[in-house]
């Protein structure tokens, strides 16, 4: 079996799956919508309308960014593929093959994580809530990658650094980028309004995870693109490890989400604890 490297930009190795791991991987996206629909219904139950469309709004994003852009780029850059042999993909973007439980779990799972962040820190809540709720979609999602990873599902390949078939950074990356994105949700949201918020809101969520997964795992991708050492690409994943986690501990104290916390601890409306900044421009709050 010839070795495909990710340096050398060819089509990734073909990962072989069996027909019963990939049937219960696509059962558990498909359980994932249901669970997005529940929670949607419990939104209209509830008369919660500015969040109910805030849900669609990033739905919208992670069926169309997450899937089709973020999904098949990220798999590229870090050496990432799924099955080949038992669905047929929904599309394939270069040479990376982008199957039904793939977007299925994107459009079940984002909206709900991110929701779920952004109204921790709207609500102000203490910061240990918001790193349980990330820890609890860290070891989720982590847990499903390590099965998959193991019955050839999905395949990391050309990095050394792996922890039960994943990469070292994702331990913290896969839960904490809802705290990065909720922080930002957080922050632009009282000055979107109208048309600008059905624009904009689709693409905050990807926006957030691209730049937060590009800078802060630079150095495990500069590891798998070179060829690097066992011994190098896991000190390089290491520091892209602590890279991750002090982002997602800035955006849990980040300015915005301060003023939040300390709103709710003193009793004063969401709406009064934005920046002075904001305040002094007359912008609607």
Not at 169 to 178: D, E, K, R, Y
Request: aromatic share 12%; hydrophobic share 55%; with cysteine.
């Amino acid at each position: 079996m010839v070795q495909v490297l990710a340096s050398s930009w060819g089509s990734p190795p073909i990962t072989e799956a069996g027909t019963v791991a990939a049937w219960v991987l696509l059962g558990v996206a498909i359980v994932s919508v249901a669970g997005a629909l529940i929670f949607a219904a419990g939104l209209v139950i509830a008369k919660d309308r500015e969040t109910s469309l805030l849900f669609w709004l990033v739905t919208a994003g992670a069926l169309v960014v997450f899937s089709f852009y973020v999904e098949p780029w990220l798999d590229f850059i870090g050496a990432t593929t799924y099955l080949t042999n038992v669905f047929d993909p929904v599309v394939t973007i270069v040479d990376r093959p982008i199957p039904w439980h793939v977007v299925l779990t994107y459009s079940g799972g984002i909206a709900p994580a991110t929701i779920v962040a952004y109204l921790i820190i709207k609500q102000g809540r203490p910061a240990k809530t918001l790193f349980a709720w990330a820890a609890f979609i860290s070891v989720t999602e982590c847990v499903g990658e390590m099965i998959s990873c193991h019955y050839g599902v999905m395949l990391y390949y050309s990095n050394d650094a792996l922890v039960l078939g994943i990469p070292m950074p994702s331990l913290v990356q896969n839960g904490g980028m809802f705290v990065l994105i909720g922080w930002v949700m957080a922050a632009m949201l009282p000055q979107l309004y109208g048309w600008r918020r059905i624009v904009v809101v689709p693409f905050i969520a990807p926006a957030v995870y691209l730049a937060y997964t590009l800078l802060c795992t630079l150095p495990s991708y500069y590891a798998i693109h070179n060829n690097a050492s066992p011994a190098v690409s896991w000190a390089l994943a290491i520091v892209s490890t602590a890279l991750n986690l002090g982002a997602v501990v800035f955006a849990a104290y980040a300015p915005t989400v301060t003023r939040l916390r300390d709103a709710a601890q003193s009793g004063t409306p969401a709406k009064h604890a934005v920046a002075p900044a904001i305040q002094k421009s007359g912008a609607p709050v």
